[in-house]
T-cell receptor, first 110, second 115 residues
Framework: QKEVEQDPGPLSVPEGAIVSLNCTYS??????FMWYRQYSRKGPELLMY????GNKEDGRFTAQVDKSSKYISLFIRDSQPSDSATYLC??????????FGQGTELSVKP | DSGVTQTPKHLITATGQRVTLRCSPR?????VYWYQQSLDQGLQFLIQ???????AKGNILERFSAQQFPDLHSELNLSSLELGDSALYFC??????????????FGEGSWLTVV
């Protein structure tokens, strides 16, 4: 079993929809939780960062962490075609070594 | 633009050969990380250097090695290449040794194809 599980999709939604992306993990030592966005063959770009449990909002993006359930989510409101990309969850304990999920491919149709 | 520079962007080489990938971290960043991204394994941590010293090691093959130089740039050396080494290799950097995720910035990657 992988330390971080993420549904690879692909996920296709109409423009304006609310998108929900999720990851589960098995290592209770993880304290830092990130969401990266990756366009095709480009470097991952940090979208959201959360320490421990709780919610964080940044514009149309909301990240949630539930450490008791070992479950993290990313919500995208009013999705746009420009949001079409692969979304990767990543986690770490205190070190710089990030453990990534497989990534979910999202397509937002106009 | 994250400020992390990687060269070359694309590389095609034959099995059994050796290649070197180069990374210049963001200005002021002391840590450099190397990751491998393949279709079947996803994004995997290889190794981290902090201010010239190896800091953390992941599932890096013995055929692979890395180093960080006094000017903080880093090189990843891949030798005795196999078809399965074909992947996108990312360098990332952060200010501190621990990174903690919020300060780790990725370069655009070096796409290696082994034929």
């Amino acid at each position: 079993q992988k330390e971080v599980e993420q549904d690879p999709g692909p996920l296709s939604v109409p423009e304006g929809a609310i998108v929900s992306l999720n990851c589960t993990y098995s290592n209770s030592a993880f304290q830092y939780f990130m969401w990266y966005r990756q366009y095709s063959r480009k470097g991952p770009e940090l979208l959201m960062y959360t320490y421990s449990s709780g919610n964080k909002e940044d514009g149309r993006f909301t990240a949630q962490v539930d450490k008791s359930s070992k479950y993290i989510s990313l919500f995208i409101r009013d999705s746009q075609p420009s949001d079409s990309a692969t979304y990767l969850c990543a986690m770490s304990n205190q070190g710089g070594k990030l453990i990534f999920g497989q990534g979910t491919e999202l397509s937002v149709k106009p | 633009d994250s400020g992390v520079t990687q060269t070359p962007k694309h590389l095609i080489t034959a099995t059994g050969q050796r290649v070197t990938l180069r990374c210049s971290p963001r200005s002021g960043d002391l840590s450099v990380y190397w990751y491998q991204q393949s279709l079947d394994q996803g994004l995997q941590f290889l190794i981290q250097y902090y201010n010239g010293e190896e800091r953390a090691k992941g599932n890096i093959l013995e055929r692979f090695s890395a180093q960080q130089f006094p000017d903080l740039h880093s090189e990843l050396n891949l030798s005795s290449l196999e078809l399965g080494d074909s992947a996108l290799y990312f360098c990332a950097s952060s200010v501190g040794a621990r990174g903690s995720g919020n300060t780790i910035y990725f370069g655009e990657g070096s796409w290696l194809t082994v034929v």
